[in-house]
């Protein structure tokens, strides 16, 4: 790697409220958009934060992900990554996968379960309303994005505190619990491999059914099939319930009148599109590549073999791309922000974590329209142990 002051990346922040980004990721994005960093496993990588360049990097196949995954090639965590995951497969292998798994994320067939959001998300607010406040982590956030994707999985209600804690060991960072993401990955495989037997046997109708009939038909191997639930679970549960919990920290910060930014009992389109923007759920929000030639990407020379690691949190805050990028706008218009990529490797869950955002928060503010903080934003403890950036707890009151 080429000579420059390396930076240690220690995101997410642990206090600050989501106002203002990250000063380390402010510094980089203006003066050495491609710059230095050591990963949380004693890799070293380029970390991309320009709008620009994070646009470039994933159109570019000189950076795979493919490459990534490899024996010895630089990481991020501690534990290898899965070479049968779809975030970790380069056409043509991505496109196949792709294609077979976006039938069953198609926004219409995703758009049917917006009743069933809306039915868990009333009864959340009801069993919060019991009381003269709540923690909106425990309280909402967080139940609901593990029911809507469990729900998805066919994952019984009884047993979803023990997936909780898989995906928690799972995204663990940190040589010390190196052990434990290794075993929530052994535990969370093993379980979906006996899940698709049964379901063979047993077809179901929701998106696991689809999947594992997708199986059957020899459309999609068993390993690639397992991947893609722990995929799904992870992500779609600490993601989404981290995008909820932040974007209240930011509304709650926001007192004036918030009758404006509902269109009946749910968000606005545009409300829903700038907290995605603004809010940062994620360390820093992209998955690492590595250079499979030499290749010039903002300005510095990417040598082959070399991790690049994408900032969409850092990009989707480039002045370059949105104006006065550090104010929340709920009617900004212009540059589209990646929170969900760009490209091929585009997030197939969008649709489906932009259906939870508007329904929980819309819901939330016009159940409880004089909600606000117990306790002052900027004491609020983050959970550090993980790549996903939420508070602990986000105590509110009525």
């Known amino acids: 790697m080429t000579s420059g002051t390396e930076r240690e990346l220690r995101f997410p922040l642990s206090s600050e409220v989501p106002s203002e ?20 496993s004693g890799d070293r990588a380029w970390l991309v934060t320009r709008y620009a360049d994070n646009l470039a ?52 067939r995703l758009d049917r379960l917006a009743g069933r959001i809306e039915a868990a998300t009333g009864s959340l607010l009801d069993a919060m309303g019991r009381g003269s406040g709540a923690d909106l982590v425990a309280g909402l956030a967080q139940p609901l994005a593990l029911g809507v994707i469990c729900d998805l999985l066919g994952l019984p209600e009884e047993e979803r505190g023990r997936f909780r804690e898989w995906t928690e060991d799972y995204l663990g960072l940190g040589p010390d619990r190196a052990d434990a993401a290794a075993e929530a990955a052994r535990r969370l495989d093993d379980h979906f491999a006996g899940l698709v037997e049964e379901r063979i046997g047993a077809p179901s109708d929701d998106v696991f059914g689809a999947l594992v009939q997708a199986h059957t038909e020899g459309r999609l191997s068993a390993a690639e099939l397992r991947s893609f639930a722990t995929t799904l679970l992870v992500a779609g549960y600490e993601t989404v319930a981290a995008q909820i919990a932040g974007s209240m920290v930011v509304l709650l910060s926001r007192p004036g009148d918030r009758s404006g930014l509902l269109d009946g009992d749910r968000l606005r389109g545009p409300v829903v599109e700038e907290l995605l923007r603004y809010v940062p759920i994620a360390m820093t929000g992209g998955t690492i590549r590595v250079a499979v030639a030499d290749a010039e990407l903002g300005g510095r020379l990417i040598r082959a073999g070399e991790a690049v690691l994408p900032s969409t949190v850092a990009a989707n805050r480039d002045p370059e791309a949105f104006a006065d990028p550090d104010v929340f706008d709920p009617d900004r218009e212009g540059a589209r922000h990646i929170a969900f990529g760009h490209g091929p490797h585009r997030c197939l869950g969008a649709h489906l974590a932009r259906l939870q955002l508007s329904i929980a928060v819309g819901g939330l503010l016009r159940r409880f329209p004089g909600i606000r903080p117990a306790e002052p934003l900027d004491s609020l403890e983050w959970n550090t142990a993980k790549p996903i950036r939420c508070p602990v707890r986000l105590p509110v009151a009525w």
């Open 21 to 40: 980004p990250a000063p380390e990721l402010a510094e980089m994005r203006g003066d050495r958009p491609v710059a230095p960093v050591r990963l949380p």
């Open 57 to 108: 990097l994933f159109s570019d196949e000189r950076f795979s992900r493919a490459a990534a995954a490899r024996s010895g090639s630089p990481r991020a965590r501690n534990i290898p990554l899965d070479p049968h995951s779809i975030t970790t497969m380069d056409p043509p292998e991505h496109t196949r996968l792709r294609r077979v798994l976006g039938g069953a994320f198609s926004p219409r």
